[in-house]
């Protein structure tokens, strides 16, 4: 008998892992899970883990300062950035490169799954990955230092320092999953009618 490889979602879907599709993809699905996963395998400050939802709100945020004049489909893009670890997880980095290559490859399935299923190429162009990264990194340094217990001069070492006029106003607060799945949604909802 061949191993199970799909998860059922409380949508009532059922996603295969190998071979995803876009037609078993949910946003409502999409923001649960984000909105109960933790970045930083949980080690941030506070009576709330920092979700991989309420990152992707921030990454998309940021998207926006250094993009201002982007196509509203990139900050979609923005925004689902981090999607396929609604069902996978979030890794830190250095779990991911133990894990190896088989990580990436099923995180880029889910990945061309979820673009499609909202309208986005499969995969997305080269500099449009590098904006979202470059703000992917500004987030990741505004986590470390106000959540994770960072020293600035650490989180400039691992992720850059960020332009000032970028981080600026950006205070970060912790808040129940509920609130933030809520927020991804509708946040979503404004992208998708803005396309």
Not at 32 to 51: E, I, K, P
Not at 60 to 71: G, K, M, S, W
Not at 116 to 135: D, E, H, N, W
């Amino acid at each position: 008998m061949a191993a199970r490889a799909w998860q059922r979602m409380l949508s009532g879907r059922r996603l295969d892992l190998l071979d995803p599709t876009p037609m078993d993809i949910e946003i409502e699905d999409i923001a649960h899970g984000l909105a109960f996963v933790a970045r930083w395998n949980g080690q941030t400050r506070g009576d709330y883990a920092y979700s991989v939802a309420e990152h992707s709100i921030l990454v998309t945020d940021i998207h926006a300062r250094l993009a201002p004049n982007a196509p509203v489909r990139w900050r979609l893009a923005a925004l689902l950035h981090d999607a396929p670890e609604y069902v996978i997880g979030d890794m830190i980095s250095p779990v991911k490169a133990a894990v190896g290559p088989g990580y990436g490859a099923l995180d880029d399935r889910l990945s061309a799954a979820i673009h499609l299923r909202f309208g986005l190429p499969a995969s997305l162009p080269k500099t449009v990955k590098a904006m979202i990264k470059r703000a992917d990194k500004v987030s990741a340094w505004l986590e470390a230092t106000q959540l994770a217990g960072f020293t600035e001069a650490e989180a400039d070492r691992f992720f850059g320092k960020p332009d000032a006029a970028v981080t600026d106003g950006l205070t970060l607060r912790l808040r129940p999953p509920a609130e933030v799945r809520a927020d991804f949604t509708s946040r979503h909802a404004e992208l998708m009618a803005a396309l």
